[in-house]
């Protein structure tokens, strides 16, 4: 298998690799192709695997409408404060600087804040993915009444709700965000460091696609291929 075999063979702290995905040279990498990702890319400068996780998962319809990856971006860069509503969020919200990317960090939040249980927190998700009124109404009250438990104030109780209702929204799933992530980055190693062989594999893959070589080659110049 190859992917067992790269794993084997190279971490994932490869500096010439997050140079290519800092700079946006991601033509032929998976997941991290298209125009306005490699724009992203390049604000974003991505120095961790964690980071090309999160980007994965946030460069969707839903963040980037609601201005959440340049929310992200400018946590990163240390342009904005990264904040909490409270302490208990810290931990589970640090490797997206703060931001809520990940279906899993809505259930941890659920569960660490609220007292669900795994499982009720997992019926939480759906439900806040389906956005059934009469269901959130219940799972308020029941989020509220467990963290007001725990400690917190009614008054942030409902705030970090609204929150984890407003992400869940477009939440993405961090098991397949990393296995994504997993795949470009084992892509990316292979264009940053093997870059003629990795071009010339994509030019063979799409020699009968005019469009998509023209701007191959011109890839692969810049490369100093």
């Not at 669900?116 to 269901?135: H, I, S, W, Y």
């Not at 062989?197 to 696609?209: D, G, P």
């Amino acid at each position: 298998n190859f992917h067992v075999l790269i794993r084997a063979t190279i971490g994932l702290e490869d500096a010439k690799t997050y140079q290519l995905f800092a700079e946006g040279h991601t033509l032929g990498v998976f997941q991290f192709e298209s125009s306005g990702m490699r724009e992203t890319l390049r604000k974003a400068r991505p120095q961790r695997f964690d980071d090309l996780i999160a980007l994965n998962a946030l460069y969707r319809p839903g963040p980037l409408k609601g201005g959440v990856v340049d929310d992200f971006i400018e946590r990163r860069h240390g342009r904005k404060p990264i904040e909490y509503e409270v302490p208990q969020l810290e931990p589970i919200l640090r490797d997206t600087y703060g931001v809520i990317a990940y279906q899993e960090q809505v259930m941890r939040i659920a569960r660490d804040l609220g007292g669900f249980t795994m499982g009720e927190a997992d019926l939480l998700r759906k439900a806040m993915g389906k956005k059934n009124p009469e269901v959130m109404k219940a799972q308020r009250v029941r989020f509220v009444d467990g963290a007001v438990a725990q400690g917190l104030a009614k008054k942030k109780a409902e705030r970090i709700f609204e929150l984890m209702e407003y992400f869940a929204g477009y939440g993405f799933n961090k098991s397949h965000s990393t296995t994504y992530a997993l795949l470009a980055y084992h892509t990316g190693y292979l264009k940053a460091n093997f870059p003629r062989h990795f071009m010339a594999a994509l030019l063979t893959i799409e020699s009968q696609n005019t469009e998509k070589l023209a701007t191959y080659i011109g890839e692969s110049s810049e490369l100093g291929v």
